[in-house]
C-alpha cells in the first residue's frame, strides 16, 4: 500500500520530484538529491553512494560537501562497508525502501563495530535513513541521511517511502539520458573528424540535431540567415518544403532528389537530403573549388611554387603549367625541385598529397 502523506509533507514531496525530474546529468542529479532530501527530511548531512559489494572501489558526493572526506577514508569504508546493517540487510534480500540502523542493532552494539570506530565516529554519525538500489551499471546506489543526536522518526520514513519509486525511476532515465548524451557527443566529434555536417529534422522540419561543422557551415554559407529557435535558415528551408511537396503531389513521379549546392569564394557545400518523414537528414560536406594558395605558401613555399605545386595537384603536365602560368617547362622544373627539397619528399604525387592535407581539399592529383 503506498504511504500516506499529509497536505504539507505532499507539497514538499512535489516540490522535490518538480526540480528531480528536471534534472538530466548524472553529477547533477547525485548532487540534488544529496542536498534536496537533507533540506526536506531534516539531517546533519546526507550522501549519494556509488557501491560495489564486491569490489573495493566506491564513490560518493555529500552535502555539505566534504563532511565525510578525512585521510583514508575511502579505503576504510570500503574495508568494514558489510558492518553497515542497511547494506548487510539489502545485500542479503534485496528489499527494497528505507531502514535505520536502529531498525536492526541497538546505539551500544552499532559503537562496538569497525565502522562506527574508524569511519562513522569521525563525521560523527549516530543515526542513520538509508535506501539501496540496483545501480545501472553495476553495483548499487545508496543514498543515506544522518544525524549525531536524534533518531529518525516514522513519518519521515513514511515521506521518503513515497519517493523511492520516483528516486529510482528517475536515477535510471537520468543515467540512460547520460549515456545516450555521450554517444550523441561521441557521434559529433566521429563525423566532423569525417569533414561531414549532419542535421537532422522533426516532422514538422525542425532542427533536432545540429553537429558544429553543421552548425559553422550554415552560419558561413546561408549570412543574415540564423537558425534560431531551432529552424533551418529561409533558403535551406524553402529548399526541403519543396522537395516535401514534391513527394505529396498526386500524378506521376517526383524530380530526382538533387543535393543543393551553394558556392562561396573558394569553396562549395553540398547539401543531400537523406531519408523521408521524421527520419530526415541533410548531410552537408565542403570542398574547395579552387586551391587556396595562402596554406600551401605556410609549407615554405613561394608564392610561385605554391602556384606550380596548385597545378601538379589538378593534374596538369608540366607542359600544361608552363603555358597556364605563361613561363618556360625548365622554369616549372626548377620550381618542382625548390618544392620536393622544401616538403622533403622525391616525387609529384608525394608533394601533392602534402598540399592536399595542407588545404584539406579532396582533389586528386594525377601521375
Not at 521518503?160 to 557521434?187: C, K, W
Request: positive net charge.
Amino acid at each position: 500500500m503506498s504511504p500516506r502523506l499529509s497536505g504539507r509533507q505532499a507539497a514538499t514531496a512535489l516540490k522535490f520530484l518538480d526540480g528531480l525530474y528536471a534534472v538530466t546529468d548524472l553529477r547533477a542529479f547525485q548532487a540534488y538529491v544529496a542536498a534536496q532530501l537533507r533540506c526536506l527530511v531534516e539531517a546533519d548531512y546526507a550522501s549519494y553512494n556509488e557501491i560495489n559489494l564486491l569490489l573495493p572501489r566506491n564513490s560518493w558526493s555529500c552535502d555539505p560537501e566534504g563532511v565525510t572526506r578525512f585521510p583514508g577514508c575511502d579505503a576504510i569504508f570500503a574495508r568494514y562497508m558489510h558492518e553497515n546493517p542497511n547494506i548487510a540487510h539489502f545485500s542479503r534480500t534485496g528489499e527494497r525502501g528505507w531502514r535505520k540502523i536502529s531498525d536492526f542493532m541497538t546505539r551500544a552494539e552499532f559503537h562496538r563495530t569497525n565502522l562506527y570506530n574508524e569511519f562513522y565516529r569521525r563525521i560523527p554519525t549516530e543515526h542513520q535513513l538509508a535506501t539501496m538500489f540496483p545501480a545501472s551499471t553495476g553495483g548499487y546506489v545508496g543514498i543515506a541521511l544522518n544525524r549525531s543526536r536524534r533518531d529518525f522518526d516514522e513519518q519521515q520514513r513514511q515521506q521518503l517511502d513515497f519517493l523511492l519509486p520516483h528516486l529510482m525511476h528517475a536515477y535510471h532515465n537520468v543515467t540512460r539520458f547520460t549515456e545516450v548524451r555521450g554517444q550523441i557527443s561521441a557521434l559529433h566529434r566521429g563525423v566532423d573528424a569525417a569533414g561531414v555536417g549532419v542535421i537532422g529534422l522533426t516532422a514538422d522540419r525542425g532542427v533536432q540535431l545540429l553537429t558544429r561543422l553543421a552548425e559553422q557551415w550554415l552560419e558561413r554559407y546561408f549570412p543574415g540567415q540564423p537558425t534560431t529557435g531551432g529552424r533551418l535558415p529561409e533558403t535551406l528551408r524553402l529548399w526541403v518544403n519543396r522537395h516535401d511537396r514534391d513527394l505529396r503531389r498526386a500524378g506521376g513521379m517526383p524530380p530526382v532528389r538533387e543535393p543543393m549546392v551553394v558556392d562561396r569564394q573558394e569553396t562549395q557545400l553540398t547539401i543531400h537530403m537523406v531519408g523521408q518523414g521524421a527520419g530526415l537528414f541533410l548531410l552537408l560536406t565542403e570542398r574547395h573549388t579552387e586551391m587556396p594558395l595562402h596554406p600551401l605558401e605556410a609549407l615554405g613555399l613561394s608564392r610561385r611554387e605554391a602556384e606550380v605545386l596548385k597545378w601538379v595537384v589538378e593534374g596538369k603536365r608540366d607542359g600544361e603549367i608552363a603555358m597556364i602560368l605563361g613561363i618556360s617547362c625548365r622554369t616549372i622544373h626548377h620550381h618542382l625541385e625548390s618544392v620536393y627539397r622544401k616538403l622533403g619528399v622525391e616525387t609529384r604525387t608525394a608533394a601533392a598529397a602534402h598540399a592536399l592535407s595542407a588545404t584539406g581539399s579532396p582533389a586528386s592529383a594525377s601521375g
